[in-house]
């Protein structure tokens, strides 16, 4: 089970997020800034896919 960066503190939900692959939501956020300030960057650890997901 991968473990979300600990160099950043936010306030945001860090779990519950769905997958976009496999419809899970057994997922953490891995990094609350994504590639823009309105993504997130989650990990699914039923399929082991990373995604990002809007704000």
Known sequence: MRR???SV???GDL???ECPYC???N???DHPKGPS???SM???NDCE???ERFE
């Open 4 to 6: 979300a960066d600990p």
């Open 27 to 29: 997922t953490v956020r």
């Open 15 to 17: 779990e519950g997020a």
């Open 49 to 51: 896919q990373p995604f």
């Open 42 to 44: 989650h990990y699914c």
């Open 37 to 39: 300030l309105c993504r």
């Open 23 to 25: 419809g899970s939501e």
């Open 9 to 11: 503190t936010t306030s």
